[in-house]
Every structure is written in C-alpha cells, then in structure tokens.
C-alpha cells in the first residue's frame, strides 16, 4: 500500500507544515483476517513564525534563526498486528533526530507511539475500547484510553463516534462518516490541557482520506 499526507498546523505564531510519503506492507498469519503489518514513511517538514501577528521586537534573533530553518527530511516506522477484534501497534517517530545527534531541537517531537484495542459486537454498534500509551520529547509520556463507537448499518455507510480521555487533563471527542470503505471523513475535538485552560479554545482536526484501489 502507498499512502501521501499532509498536514498544516498553525498554533498562535507558529506554523508547521509537513508532508510525508508512505509504505506499508501487510503480511498474512492464515487465511483469516490475522496478519502482521510493516510501514515506513518518509516526511518533509516546514516551520516557521507568522511575523505579521508577532507584537514584539522584529529584530529577535530567536525569531530570525526559527525562519531560517530549512525544509527537514526525517521518517517513521511502524508495525501492527491485527485480527477481527485485537489491534495492537507500534511505532517510533522522527526516526533521524533520535538515531542521530541532530542541531534541530523541538520539545515537542514525538518520540513513539503504542496502542492496543479490542472490538467487541453488540446488537446496535460495535464497540472498540482503546488504551494508547506515548512518549513527546520534553514532556512527561501520556496516556490515552477511551472507546470508539462503529454503528451497525444496513447499507455500505458506517457512521462512528470516539471519546478518548488523556492523562495531561485534556479529552478528545471525533465523528466520522465511512462511505463505501473509500471515503473517509474524520472530524475532532481536543479540549486544553488543564495547564492552557483559560488560554486557548482547544483544538479543531478535520481529516480526508480516499481509496483509490482496494485489494478484492
């Protein structure tokens, strides 16, 4: 499977844009639904300040080196094992700057990511608890633990409400609309952390994805 993303994010003065090519191979256990699957992404990532919303000193050094950044390569690798209801997965981000001594330096960087969950029947939706435990540079690791709701439907549509609780105080809560297994809308909301509430209004992600082709 190949995989293109982009992501854009703008929080106060700082913007980030970032781009990433994917690779995944998925391997069979049986002639089930088990199987292990391998993935590496490769990413180009942009950062800088808004200068036209700065109020300060236009002439702070500390502004100037952050734009002149240049583009950075860096890349990730994953691995998941799936069934029909067990899903366990790993992965370890900005691989470069963790394997390399690297001038650039972020404090918030993710340094890897693990989650297992489990989908459970039920007569009116099937109900998925999830636990995620990770680890940001800087900061103390997080978990994350919640449960996503995937409606039963007669029809090809899947509708799917998630509620996720973390450990820095803040919840996220996320609808999504499954068309025909290749459209996918995904839409969120983080509420503060509990050291921000009173700063900022939380955070807002809207997420697109299409299949072009699918395995029969």
Do not use: C
Request: no cysteine; proline share 2%.
């Amino acid at each position: 499977a190949l995989g293109l993303q982009v992501n854009n994010d703008r929080a106060g003065l700082l913007k980030r844009t970032r781009a990433s090519a994917s690779f995944a191979y998925h391997l069979p256990l049986d002639q089930g639904s088990r199987r292990l699957s391998f993935g590496l992404s490769a990413s180009f990532a942009d950062e800088d300040i808004n200068l036209a919303d700065l109020k300060g000193d236009m002439d702070d050094m500390d502004v100037y080196n952050v734009n002149q950044r240049k583009t950075y390569l860096d890349a990730d690798f994953g691995m998941a094992y799936s069934s029909n209801r067990l899903q366990i997965q790993g992965a370890v981000s900005n691989m470069k700057r963790l394997l390399k001594k690297d001038a650039y330096q972020a404090a918030d960087m993710p340094v890897f990511f693990t989650a297992i969950s489990y989908k459970v029947p039920t007569n009116f939706a099937t109900v998925e608890p999830k636990v995620v435990y990770r680890g940001i540079k800087g900061y103390d690791n997080i978990v994350d633990a919640g449960v996503n709701l995937e409606f039963n439907s007669p029809t090809v549509n899947k509708v799917n409400l998630l509620g996720l609780y973390h450990s820095t105080g803040s919840a996220t809560f996320g609808i999504g609309v499954n068309w025909n297994n290749k459209l996918i809308i995904n839409g969120m909301y983080t509420t503060n952390t509990s050291a921000l509430k009173g700063y900022t209004a939380g955070d807002y992600e809207i997420g697109i994805s299409y299949s072009i082709m699918r395995n029969k």
